[in-house]
């Protein structure tokens, strides 16, 4: 394919309608993504032995999964390697390293046990994010963490919270990128409860608590996530979206909201959430992901809401505003490939947005001319963005997607088939 030949084509044909794609390809190269690390080994983690719990599972038990910080590092780095554009590397507290015995329990974990994810980010000029890890450990008690009615198993995990506070603020200054720090829990009942405000009044206090460890906002930006339910979480969420998104509006000057794209009832959508949420907070974040009937977490594909999810940050032009992260876990197919094409799908859908003309479109809405605005946005689904595309691989070093799947295929035979 003469991809060069393809280019220029399309850069004639964008630049009739206004759009500069040398301009669009430099901006892309920017813009970070949070990669997940527990992309990795489904969501297992290197400090303790018992299942994946909190309400989140993952399914499949496809070979080659990493066991070890050398096995993730390798896959990561692959993973880097054959996507384009800039990443961060997104890393929960169970991912702590512990060497020579060194163990320490969450509530004491320390920078020294994420000094090899310092490393790993800063050989590849990259940022690091964070996360706490509320679940999968013996001290989540009933189900409960933060929300707990027994004061010892919360002060436990606002510990844990405050040590993360400190992990954070020390990537920060390490990488000299901002580190984004995730609140989750998993904390609710499975059935009808008894009480709905006092774990919630619970949860508001202790994340107030953990927030009250000092740290730099510019540098450390705590996020809090909702959720509607989680697997045997069904009927009660602590951190509901009102909850978390009542939160964030009385912290703004110490937190944000984070949206999962997957935790919201099957007919909502967060891309209309995304401008609601930037009318009233300077930052927001996200978590993206494709939920198949429920909160899957399947690999990002190059789908409708993705693409318009993508649209709604870069026409309100709010791409340094939006902290943008994965999150999927799909155990049931390769697991370099599902993270290269869940990167690859959203750095996809950003280029897409890139490549729309929204001044024209925004005009006939408001010119109230909408039989026109379906007929150009329809049209505008077959511009050819994969020229652009195409050819932005190319600049980033990176394989085109017709070579993806041989490259998977021969790490998957010389390196995943050996563990
Ligand atoms: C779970 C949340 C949460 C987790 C990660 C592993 O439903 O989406 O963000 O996926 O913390
Ligand atoms: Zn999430």
């Known amino acids: 394919m003469d991809t060069k030949r393809r280019y220029e084509e399309a850069r004639e044909f964008y630049k009739e309608l206004g759009i500069d794609t ?3 390809i430099e901006k892309l190269k920017t813009l970070p993504v949070s990669l997940h690390c527990w ?23 496809y070979p080659g999964k990493a066991t070890n910080y050398e ?12 996507t384009p554009g800039m990443k961060k590397i997104n890393v929960h ?23 090899k994810w310092v490393d790993l980010a800063k050989k590849n000029k990259m940022g690091l994010d964070f996360n706490p890890t509320f679940f999968s450990h013996s001290k989540v008690k009933d189900g409960l963490t933060l929300s707990s009615p027994d004061e010892e198993t919360r002060r436990f995990w606002i ?55 000092p740290y730099d906002f510019r540098l450390v930006k705590p996020t809090v996530e909702s959720k509607v339910f989680g697997i045997g979480v069904e009927s009660y969420t602590v951190g509901s979206a009102e909850f978390t998104l009542s939160f964030a509006a009385a912290h703004s000057d110490k937190c944000m909201p984070l949206m999962d794209n997957g935790h919201y009832h099957p007919t909502e959508v967060v891309s209309d959430k995304i401008p609601a949420l ?3 907070f300077p930052e927001i974040a996200l978590h993206i992901t494709r939920p198949v009937r429920w909160d899957s977490d399947h690999v990002v594909l190059f789908d409708d809401e993705t693409k318009e999810m993508a649209k709604e940050i870069v026409r309100n032009d709010a791409l340094d505003r939006v902290n943008m992260a994965l999150d999927f876990f799909d155990a049931s197919i390769n697991r370099i490939s599902a993270w290269c094409v869940g990167f690859r799908s959203w750095q996809k859908a950003l280029l897409n947005a890139m490549l729309t003309p929204y001044e024209m479109l925004k005009k006939l809405q408001d010119d109230n001319a909408l039989t026109e605005l379906m007929v150009k946005q329809e049209e505008a689904k077959m511009y050819p963005v994969a020229d652009v ?15 993806l799947y ?12 050996k563990r």
């Open 22 to 24: 040398e301009k669009v």
């Open 406 to 417: 041989a490259e998977i295929a021969k790490y998957e035979k010389e390196v995943l088939s």
């Open 389 to 403: 595309w195409n050819e932005y691989l190319e600049r980033c070093g990176v394989v085109s997607d017709a070579g």
């Open 71 to 82: 096995e993730l590092f390798a896959d990561i780095q692959k993973v880097i390697d054959m």
């Open 93 to 115: 507290a169970s991912y702590a390293i512990f060497e020579d015995g060194g163990f320490v329990d969450r509530d004491k974990i320390e920078p020294k046990h994420f000094t």
């Open 159 to 213: 510990e844990h919270g405050k040590a993360c506070v400190r992990i954070s603020e020390y990537f920060a200054k390490e990488t000299g990128i901002p580190c984004v720090m995730n609140i989750w829990t998993g904390d609710g009942y499975k059935d009808v409860p008894a009480d709905r405000m006092g774990p919630r009044l619970r949860y508001k206090e202790a994340i107030e608590e953990i927030l009250s460890e």
């Open 278 to 280: 930037l009318c009233f």
């Open 39 to 61: 992309q990795g080994d489904d969501v297992t983690g290197f400090d303790q032995k018992g299942p994946l719990t909190g309400g989140i599972q993952t399914t499949g038990n």
